[in-house]
């Protein structure tokens, strides 16, 4: 089935005004194709004025304000007028449940928002609303608190550069080598500048997926790209902080290591075989559901009450993502006992790797997970 889209005139704003380092014209279109539009017709525009991105899959044509657009039975049909940016899901959100329609007139859930770019003022607004809904739900406890208040800004400063996804993945796996080195290099008394580093690469980590978001680049490369570079900083970082500590004199910091390291193998042999069985062949964890995982689609946004043993529930599980433990190395490091983090990682190595284990073994594997991105 071919689903159309409409891009209207008169139009609400300038279509080729820049918002978040392209035009509201390839915006629209991105987000068009992202929802899973194959064509779209766009008013008013001539031909030689209409964008060609390589970004761009779907067939876009220009076409006369009189001419009808397409109603075959079965269609999916969005109408949007010329100059508007929404939030980048919506369009997604509205195919996916069958709304058929013009999309400034669909019912907006509480977080999404249409804005008519129309001045410097109003492309502001929209690039503030665009850069406020790459704050996620599913964001851990350090990712809310410290690492976004941080990436956000610099995704900001390099949005209109062209700088890829990708080599923000590798420059920030490059600062996080570098905090394995200085570790291996200058043992415990360099510990907290390493655990900097590893926070540095943290914050890192999160501008790569705010700018695919935001331009719309996405690739398998660049998802398994992200996926095992953190997985070697994670257990890299690990085992030096785990040798500075033996070498030290700690008489149980290697057990630790070698068990920790163990279990983060054990681990990612689980995870990688979901992922290229249950998650499609995709690199990110968020193409998998393992049992008891709270279902990602279903969060509650940030600013809703829970219940009790929803928040403790979920206050667990974001207590073992990577972006807390990552950040723990720090202030242990900074109050001379490092080896407190050596054992949370340890600990939850061992239980990531046992619960995974167990479920290949008694369920066959995690089931796949619809992906909102």
Known sequence: MTRRARLTSPAAGDPFARVAGMTVL????LSLQDAGID???????PADRLPTDLRLRLAVRPVDTASPAPRSTGETVLRARLGLVWHRLLAKRLVRIGYVGDLEAAPLEPDEFVVAVTDAASAQCAEESLFQSLLKATDGLISRAINRRISLP?????????????????????????????????????LVGGALLLQTQ???????????????????????????LDDLVNLGFFWATGWALYRDGSSTALPITVAGTTSHIVYQICLYAALLTRGGGSGSVASIRWWGQI????????????????????????????????????????????????????VIY????????????????????????
Not at 202 to 228: A, F, H, M, N, P
Not at 321 to 346: H, K, M, N, S, V
Not at 352 to 373: D, I, M, N, V, Y
Request: proline share 5%.
């Open 26 to 29: 390839l915006r629209q279109l």
């Open 39 to 45: 064509e779209v017709d766009v008013e008013g525009i």
């Open 154 to 190: 610099i995704t900001r400063a390099l949005i209109d550069t062209s700088i890829t996804p990708n080599q923000m993945t590798a420059f920030a796996a490059a600062v996080g080598f570098a905090a394995i080195a200085i570790v291996l290099w200058g043992g415990v008394p360099w």
């Open 202 to 228: 943290s914050i890192l980590d999160g501008c790569d997926g705010e700018i695919s978001r935001l331009k719309y680049i996405r690739s398998r490369l660049g998802e398994w790209l992200d996926q095992v």
């Open 295 to 346: 279902d990602e689609s279903r969060r509650r946004p940030l600013d809703q009450p829970r219940g009790v043993l929803r928040t403790v529930k979920e206050t667990l599980e974001l207590a073992g993502r990577r972006d807390f433990f990552t950040f723990f190395y720090l202030p242990a490091a900074l109050i001379g006992l490092p080896q407190i983090a050596l054992w949370l990682c340890a």
């Open 350 to 373: 061992f239980l990531s790797a046992l619960s995974t284990t167990l479920e290949w073994l008694l369920k066959g594997g995690p089931q796949p997970a619809a992906r909102a991105s």
